[in-house]
Nanobody
């Protein structure tokens, strides 16, 4: 099984920056698309950004030009650089990975990391 562990969340003032990391470990054969999702209280989990194994990216409109997703395939690590943070970015941020084995592909989620942006 593959485990995902997020880090880098915290409390920041509006206009500030944070960098989230997500490290994958375990029996990794291959990881395809990886992504960051977030869930604010009372709301559904939503896509923030995702990146293919080849580096293709897409972003939610609300974070375009402020957030940058990247990955280090050699280290099986995903990143999210968040700049110009706004109070509405406050949420629990989850890492997701499409894990491929010789027999199947499955989704794996991290435990989440809290991001709080104060006004």
């Amino acid at each position: 099984q593959v485990q995902l562990v997020e880090s880098g969340g915290g409390l920041v003032q509006a206009g500030g920056s944070l960098r989230l990391s997500c490290a994958a470990s375990g029996n990794i054969f291959r990881i395809n698309t990886m992504g960051w999702y977030r869930q604010a209280p009372g709301l559904q989990r939503e896509l923030v950004a995702r990146i293919s194994s080849g580096g293709g990216t897409n972003y939610a409109d609300s974070v375009k030009d402020r957030f940058t997703i990247s990955r280090d395939n050699a280290r099986n690590t995903l990143y999210l650089q968040m700049n110009s943070l706004k109070p509405e970015d406050t949420a629990v941020y989850y890492c997701n990975a499409a894990v491929v084995t010789p027999h199947r592909e499955y989704d794996r989620w991290g435990q989440g990391t809290q991001v709080t942006v104060s006004s």
